[in-house]
């Protein structure tokens, strides 16, 4: 990885995360800011990936990525993460909130086509459902984690040093 290639990415990263808090200060609901929050995490994802290994990531199965990493870069991150948000999921199931990041990013770009065969009375009477059930977070069509989400950017930034890579502003 050139030394360019590293900054912009960093970045890159960066400028998504400021707009993203600039969506919900504007009070903006849609997932819009978590989109582009998972689009940051992924370029700091896949620069440490290219900084660890010189692979370049091209696909968005962030588990898949975090796999590639060398296992005391792992370690570190998940270790950094949870001191930063404290008892998650990120303790007991890693893999599984990296997988449901990693399909977060790619479905809901596109929500609709998940139920969009359905009619109006039948979606909302799936949504009743759900909460009927007792709306259980493993029957979630969508899992966003976004406490482990935090903790993981906030541990891939340290690991980077993104806050102290001069980033242009």
Wanted: charged fraction near 25%; glycine fraction near 6%.
């Amino acid at each position: 990885m050139t030394p360019l290639r590293h900054e912009l990415m960093l970045q890159e990263a960066d400028t998504r995360l400021q707009a993203a808090d600039k969506l919900r200060q504007a009070g903006d609901e849609s997932d819009s800011a978590y989109l582009l929050r998972l689009l940051a995490f992924e370029l700091l994802l896949k620069a440490a990936l290219e900084k660890a290994t010189g692979k370049s990531g091209t696909h968005h199965r962030y588990h898949d990525l975090f796999a590639q990493l060398p296992s005391t870069v792992q370690e570190r991150l998940l270790s950094v993460a949870s001191e930063r948000i404290g008892p998650s999921a990120l303790t007991s199931d890693p893999s599984g909130v990296l997988k449901d990041l990693g399909s977060n990013f790619i479905a809901l770009r596109y929500p609709y086509e998940k139920y969009g065969h359905m009619t109006r009375s039948e979606y909302e009477q799936a949504g009743a459902a759900w909460v009927e059930s007792g709306a259980e977070v493993a029957s979630a069509d969508y899992r966003y984690h976004p406490e482990e989400l935090f903790g993981l950017t906030f541990a891939l930034q340290q690991h980077l040093d993104a806050a102290h890579a001069p980033l242009g502003r």
